[in-house]
């Protein structure tokens, strides 16, 4: 059975909703909700009947309410689950677009940037793709957490897509970055879908709530370095 991707699922999404005035479809809309996007609920439901007919797989009415964005479609597809844990949170940095972009896309500052991270270190790079290792300051406990990750950023929709290779607790963990132009500043975006292993010492509602406390704190912090630098 053939693999749905990004590109068969903008197919279907015009064959089952159409595209309503002013929406790019063909622009970077894997995160984007389908709300957003001018499909209601019943529109969703068929799309989700044009992927059973295509490829094969059942997307059930009680599904449909939990998929969201297209990510999570495909996904679903590619599964057979919604994706468990999911975090969706934003900031407003003050600073020129490069700036920001440059900063934040610096794996080998984020020791500086980021208050729990002890060390990065590049391990490869192949094109625009980093491959690296991330080394936490040790725990309430005392251990220490580390794992290898990968990120792609993509200048031109200053957008980030990334991912944990050594896993560790997770079962998998996704990461999208997205840095749109506001009035006010660059709002940076950081949307994260996982799934913990069952040996994991937290699960997936767990996750979530730490996940969106911590990222709060982080994203203050990174905000208030970029601004710094850009008012110097």
């Known amino acids: 059975m053939a693999e749905l991707t990004l590109d068969a699922l903008r197919k279907l999404m015009r064959e089952g909703g ?14 984007s909700s389908f709300a957003d996007l001018g499909y209601d609920s019943l529109a969703v439901l068929e799309i989700g009947a044009l992927i059973e007919r295509e490829y094969g797989t059942e997307v059930p009415d009680s599904a449909i309410g939990e998929i969201t964005t297209p990510h999570e479609m ?13 975090t969706d949170n934003s900031i407003v940095i003050d600073a020129p677009m490069e700036l920001v972009w440059e900063m934040t896309n610096d794996v080998e500052s984020w020791p500086e940037l980021f208050s729990e991270y002890a060390s990065a270190e590049i391990l490869e790079r192949q094109d625009e793709t980093v491959r690296f290792r991330l080394t936490m300051h040790p725990d309430d406990e005392g251990k ?25 607790p997770f079962e998998h963990m996704i990461i999208f970055w997205e840095y749109l132009q506001e009035q006010e500043g660059v709002r940076m975006r950081w949307v994260q879908d996982f799934h913990m292993k069952p ?4 699960d997936d509602a767990g ?23 850009a008012a110097k």
């Open 18 to 31: 159409g595209v309503e005035d002013g929406v790019d479809l063909d622009g970077e809309i894997l995160h």
């Open 74 to 86: 495909i996904e679903f597809v590619r599964r057979g689950t919604v994706t468990a844990g999911h």
């Open 144 to 168: 220490v957490w580390s794992w290898v990750s990968e990120r792609t950023p993509d200048p031109r929709t200053r957008t980030v897509n990334a991912k944990r290779v050594e896993t560790g």
């Open 199 to 202: 040996s994991a010492p937290v």
């Open 207 to 229: 996750m979530t709530d730490h996940l969106n406390r911590n990222t709060l704190v982080q994203m203050e912090r990174i905000k208030g370095i970029v601004e710094a630098a």
